[in-house]
């Protein structure tokens, strides 16, 4: 079966084109109603799907081909092992450069090889955590993400965790998934200097963003996160000074910015593949490629992240055990789109014109939000979530 073939698509009526797009027909041609800077280029320039995202209907096939693959599914033991492991490497760096100055070489150089590294590494820990993967209890897992968050020098797992999960279960919907730029980033960004501003910063729309498109009840995880973060940078100011405190931020900041590692978060699901003119229009169904994979080295220092298609299709497989996964399954991903060089992303994320913050699929149909009150419009309930998402 070739992967290409396992995305159905719903025809929608020209009454949900009209509602959702701003088209109207007219003469046999779809027009568009006047409308604001901001909503005309958004339908102009993303790419707008009005089908369910792809990753369950694979996800499907793939178990259906290939029923075994559910047993891959679980916890990996070795995570935690790992996170501790660099924890530990990154308290270490920040005591030994406590007493170096942050413009020389051996501080900077330090936070960037090692310190943006490891972090990038502990942020992608982070995320494996958030899926139940570390433990097989949610409260484990909750409580670990916090102790591999205190290198990151700001409070930020317990949080992460909801909005990526709503990522997952409504990717692409406008409004609930937080990995979309907004109209106005794409609208001010869209230049060469725009796009390298946005590498160079890209840490801080993520972290930014989210709170900035809908906001998250706080909760005792959240406060938990919130006082252990405060109470160790204030432990590593009084023992080691301001200089340590400032590596691990700085290495969190380098770990977002023009790093290598950092093309993970770019590479994921803009799209790089050009598309014919026509995908741009809501009325003629043009499958766009929504998620892309990278199988290059970087994958041992990031979780096998990279394998994005295959975690995307089953969340609940450790990153031990994706490799496993694709060459299972490898009909469904050997035709796929996929990225052969993190660094090559960001280069042509900044230098090609076709490429920019336009280009991520839209929907506004389905999805509901992670981390509400599922008796509430717009919540899933407990019940209604998997074991890898409670």
């Not at 090889?113 to 484990?140: C, D, K, M, Y």
């Not at 809501?282 to 220092?301: H, M």
Request: charged content about 15%.
């Amino acid at each position: 079966m070739q992967s290409t073939v396992v995305v159905t698509r719903a025809e929608p009526t020209p009454a949900i084109i009209s509602q959702q797009s701003g088209l109207q027909p007219r003469n046999g041609l779809w027009q568009r109603e006047s409308k604001s800077l901001a909503d005309t280029s958004d339908h102009q320039q993303f790419f707008w799907s009005y089908t369910e995202e792809p990753h369950r209907t694979r996800r499907q096939a793939i178990i259906k081909a290939h029923p075994e693959v559910t047993k891959l599914c679980g916890p990996e033991p070795l995570t935690k092992y790992l996170v501790i492991a660099v924890v530990l490497l990154q308290i270490t760096c920040a005591y030994l450069l406590r007493n170096t100055s942050m413009v020389s070489w051996p501080f900077l150089l330090t936070a960037y090889i090692v310190g943006a590294t490891a972090n990038q590494n502990l942020f992608l820990a982070i995320h494996e955590i958030s899926h139940n993967l570390a433990f097989r209890s949610p409260l484990p897992n909750r409580l670990f993400a916090v102790l591999a968050n205190l290198p990151i020098g700001l409070p930020y797992s317990a949080a992460f965790r909801p909005y990526h999960l709503t990522h997952h279960k409504s990717l692409g919907v406008d409004g609930l998934d937080t990995d979309l730029p907004t109209s106005i980033e794409a609208i001010f960004l869209d230049s060469v200097l725009g796009k390298a501003f946005f590498c160079t910063f890209q840490i801080l729309f993520y972290a930014i963003r989210p709170m900035m498109v809908y906001q998250l009840p706080l909760t005792k995880i959240h406060l938990f996160n919130i006082v252990s973060q405060v109470v160790f940078d204030y432990l590593l100011v009084k023992y080691a000074g301001g200089r340590a405190l400032a590596y691990l931020v700085m290495s969190s900041f380098l770990a977002g910015s023009l790093h290598p590692c950092a093309g993970h978060f770019i590479a994921e699901h803009y799209i790089f593949v050009k598309q014919p003119r026509s995908a741009r229009n809501p009325a003629t169904l043009a499958p766009v490629p929504e998620t892309f994979s990278y199988y290059g080295p970087l994958n041992i220092l990031t979780y096998n992240v990279g394998l994005h298609n295959e975690h995307h299709d089953f969340p609940a497989v450790p990153w031990t055990r994706l490799p496993k996964l694709h060459e299972i399954a490898k009909e469904f991903y050997a035709d796929l789109p996929h990225h052969e060089s993190w660094v090559w992303v960001i280069w042509q994320f900044i230098w090609d014109p076709e490429v920019g913050l336009w280009c991520r699929v839209k929907r506004q149909e389905g999805g509901k939000k992670v981390g509400v009150d599922g008796s509430k419009a717009g919540g899933w309930k407990e019940s209604e979530l998997g074991a890898s998402e409670r």
